[in-house]
């Protein structure tokens, strides 16, 4: 059967990675033994193979793989094992879901009114001060009537 | 396993499942089933292969005079059989009654009844009086029955009345052919003409037997109420036969008019739709019969209407209209399934809110939730809040319950007859507790004959000294002169020490005339006796009041880092001659603070307030202390010893109240004396406690939030406070946050939003993600939650 192969640097997470391949070439392979299709173990020509290689696309089963653990045999074949990526695989089903949106890296979507736990504190702090915009305590006690003498009786208003 | 679909759910007959579609509602169209192209899917439960859902469709509608009308209505993609229709009308921002279409073909659909224009108060039908005890005469009902051979036979009970009709001009009168006049038996005939207007030809008649009845509700009377007793017994529903019994005793001296509906206005019941019935009771003494009343069992005739008042939403009589229409929604038995209808909230509110009929509901608006168990008895719901949340419950619910269960529902309960309103938050006029600005109580003055306060600068209050200190050339002279002294203006003799009359002498930080109303200047002053005081001549002003005021300025509290951040800041405010209190930044954030000060000028003392005019436009009090703004001076050694006394006791005092709690507030006059001061002298005087109580005291107060506590700082006392700060500041301080310049991209920041998937980019963590939908094994969609879950970068 023949497959895609190449590589991909993105973000495992990366949900839909089918346009990063790069590199990407045709390769032919058999399938080693009985496999699970998740983890399916290509048997191939190690001339064929690049050690960079990462990721690979199969035609027939519509999936795509991660590539690891490369065993050579004889030193004519090789396997490599693939790892099934569910997220690249079903990326146009996951696309068209509904869910609620805890997170993103999108500040148009955030809310910044809600508290994030993640965001980590330094122990040290900053002070700012800030006055008010007046003080009436500005009194000039050398001519201001700033004394209250209160009297028995007095001649009161 | 039951599923329930839910809304919006449109079924697609082709594709013979329910698919979530987007659809915008048209506001006008007469209704077909190929216009009724935007309908709201209400709950459903399949029916066996089938599922029958109840759709809610919304439109407006022109000829009946209705604005709006909402239909429930069965929908399975076969012949629809029955519909429900609440219709808005705008001339009286209204909902108004509700009435049954039925069709046997989906192409036609007949009404049942008419539509009420008003509502009239409905009888609860839990609100059976058992008449045989009322002590009041009543009348039983009088009925005719249609039987199946097309006889009429008469039902009545108890022939206390009977129509002068026979059974055929029955007919003909709820035909719409002949008015009636109904006679009392063995009584005269009532004086009223029962004319009544009835749709009720619009149902065509089966043929089946059924009884007819005649029922009124809701009454008013006039006249001598108090004195013109009612009662009305009876009820509806499916254990009772719908009918009212009433009866009427005028005590009164003069007549009492009854009106045979609550708004004086054409009422309707069960398609018969009859004018505002009067009947003046006679003030006779003797108890009088007023009136008949027939109805129409909802077991006689199923398409029966059932009013329906958004206010009365969760009243036994949505429980009746519920019940039937849960019989719509599907037909499988009750004992298999539960049935649930959803509302969007807007649809039934008091319509007073509601200009319009809204085009379109969504995920995010509420919803209510009506469940009925498997006897059919409605639970009702609380307001569920953002549908967005109650779909994916909705999604997987099953029964037994899962994720939703009877236990989610609030039991129906009675609501007492009187619409009750919905909740409304007060309206910020009503505003009121804390927003207080301090204001000078005009008229607390010094009037009061015993006391006279005098504002004196410096330079007076030195001359004023040398009046009583000096110029006297020995103790004979000073004996002669001031202790046996006699007034050089009256010529009095004092025998007493002048300095008697002296209560209390203070420094103020800030002109007297600053705080408060003086006279003007150049004022003689009097001690002692009014009849013959001592005259001295000085240039005193004097104080008006007690109490002053001073507006001690405002603060825009600025956003340190403009999101959630700004709210969990440690906000003080320093208060001269007060000291700080802490402020909640959640409180203050993004509004103005303002600072107040009030005085009593008998102590000194001083009340400082923070008030903020918050950013929602409300004004609150944020803090408030006490203090001491007027700084005692000595005059004499006595009153130097009290002076410090009262300085030195406040700090014991104080001390002690730390421990064990101050026990009052500073208050008015006396507040110096007992020393109880409350809030920043507590704190200032922490140094006086041991270190290890004070750092514990103060960790208690502020929690967990700061491992370092805030600065509390400290207001001084007499003169020495003069020295401090002179201006009210805030404080505040932040933790230094460490995010990386990458922190978005790796982590994410909170969201609160209901998406869909492929609308998101960058990096998004999703929770409640149906993915039943991906088309693969168990094992992979968990993977996918899991990974949704974790995180994605899309």
Known sequence: MQIEIGTVDADPRTLDKSGLMRNVRPLQVQIDKNCNIKKPVFLLDISGYNTAANYCYVRGWNAYYFLSEPVVMDGVRCTVTGTLDPLTTYADGIKNLTGYLVRTEDTARSNKFVHDPHMPAQENRKCRSYDFNRSPFTANYANDAVYILTVIGGNHS | ?794
């Open chain 2, 1 to 794: 396993m039951i599923k329930a679909d839910f809304y919006p759910t449109r079924y697609t007959a082709t594709a013979g499942k329910y698919t979530d579609e987007a659809f915008t509602i048209a506001n006008s169209g007469e209704y077909t089933p190929e216009n009724f192209a935007n309908p709201y899917m209400m709950g459903y439960i399949p029916a066996g292969e089938v599922p029958v859902p109840l759709i809610l469709s919304n439109w407006t509608v022109d000829g009946d005079g209705e604005d709006r009308v909402i239909h429930f209505r069965r929908a399975n993609n076969e012949n629809m059989l029955w519909g429900l229709s609440m219709a808005y009308v705008s001339n009286n921002s209204s909902w108004d009654g509700a009435h049954f279409y039925y069709s046997s073909n989906d192409a036609t659909w007949k009404r049942v009844t008419g539509l009420t224009t008003r509502f009239s108060y409905f009888i609860n039908e839990t609100e059976v009086i058992n008449y045989q005890n009322s002590g009041y005469y009543t009348i039983s009902y009088v009925s005719v029955k249609h039987n199946q051979d097309g006889t009429w036979s008469d039902n009545t009970i108890n022939n206390l009345f009977k129509i002068s009709k026979n059974a055929e001009e029955i007919r003909k009168f709820i035909a719409g052919e002949e008015n009636w006049t109904l006679q009392i038996a063995g009584q005269n005939t009532l004086d009223v003409n029962y004319s009544m207007v009835n749709d009720y030809g619009m149902l065509e008649y089966d043929g089946g037997d059924y009884t007819i009845y005649f029922c009124f509700y809701g009454f008013t009377q006039s006249g001598a109420p108090s004195s013109c007793a009612l009662s009305v017994t009876g009820g509806r529903g499916s254990s009772l036969t719908p009918f009212f019994k009433f009866s009427a005793t005028n005590t009164n001296t003069q007549d009492a008019t009854i009106c045979f509906t609550a708004s004086n206005a054409p009422g309707e019941f069960n398609g018969i739709t009859y004018n505002t019935i009067t009947h003046t009771i006679s003030s006779s003494l003797q108890p009088k019969y007023n009136g008949m009343f027939l109805g129409i069992t909802d077991s006689d005739l199923p398409e029966s209407e059932i009013p329906y008042d958004p206010n009365r939403y969760k009243s036994n009589v949505y429980k009746q209209f519920f019940m039937y229409a849960s019989n719509i929604i599907s037909a499988i038995p009750l004992t298999e399934a539960y049935k649930y209808i959803c509302i969007p909230n807007k649809f039934y509110k008091n319509a007073t809110s509601m200009s319009n009929v809204p085009a379109s509901a969504s995920y995010n608006e509420n919803y209510t939730v009506a469940l009925f168990d498997k006897s059919n008895k409605p639970l009702w719901t609380r307001a569920t809040g953002s549908f967005a949340s109650l779909l994916p419950k909705l999604q997987i619910w099953q029964y037994p319950g899962t994720d939703i269960s009877e236990n989610d529902f609030d039991p129906g309960h009675i609501i007492p007859p009187s619409p009750r309103p919905d909740p409304v938050p007060p309206d910020d006029d009503e505003n009121g507790g804390d927003d207080y600005e301090p204001n000078d109580p005009a008229g607390l003055g010094v009037g009061t004959g015993f006391t006279t306060m005098y504002a004196i600068r410096s330079a007076h209050l030195r001359e004023l000294g040398n009046k009583l200190w000096t110029g006297f050339t020995d103790i004979n002279d000073y004996i002669n002169n001031f202790i046996f002294a006699v007034d050089p203006n009256t010529g009095s003799v004092n025998f007493a020490d002048i300095m008697q009359f002296f209560i209390s002498l203070r420094a103020y930080p800030c002109p007297i005339s600053a705080m408060t109303s003086t006279s003007a200047g150049g004022q003689d002053m009097y001690i002692g006796s009014g009849a013959a005081p001592i005259h001295l001549n000085t240039n005193f002003s004097i104080v008006d009041e007690y109490i002053g005021t001073i507006n001690a300025g405002e603060l825009e509290v600025p956003f340190w880092f403009g999101d959630y951040r700004d709210y969990s800041l440690e906000c003080i405010v320093y208060l001269p001659y007060c000291g700080t209190a802490e402020l909640n930044a959640a409180d203050i954030m993004g509004g103005k603070l303002s600072a107040f000060y009030t005085v009593d000028f008998c102590t000194g003392a001083c009340m400082a307030y923070v008030l903020c005019d918050t950013w929602d436009g409300t004004r609150i009090r944020v803090a408030s202390l006490s203090g001491q703004l007027g700084a005692d001076l000595p005059m004499t050694a006595t009153n130097a010893g009290q002076v410090a006394a009262r300085m030195y006791g406040d700090r014991i005092n104080v001390a002690e109240n730390i421990l064990g709690g101050v026990k009052s507030a500073v208050t008015g006059i006396g507040a110096v004396a007992s020393g109880n001061f409350a809030g920043a002298v507590r704190q200032g005087f922490d140094a006086f406690i041991s270190p290890a109580l004070n750092e514990e005291r103060l960790k208690s107060q502020m929690g967990t939030r700061s491992a370092i506590a805030a600065p509390m700082l400290s207001a001084g006392r007499g003169l020495a406070s003069f020295t401090d700060a002179k201006t009210v500041f805030l404080q505040i301080r932040s933790p230094i946050y460490a995010a990386p310049s990458n922190y978005n991209a790796a982590v994410g920041q909170p969201a609160t939003d209901a998406v869909t998937i492929g609308d998101c980019s960058g990096f998004c963590q999703f929770i409640n993600v149906d993915v039943s939908g991906i088309t693969t094994d168990a094992e992979d969609q968990r993977a996918i939650r899991q990974a949704l879950e974790s995180g994605v970068i899309i």
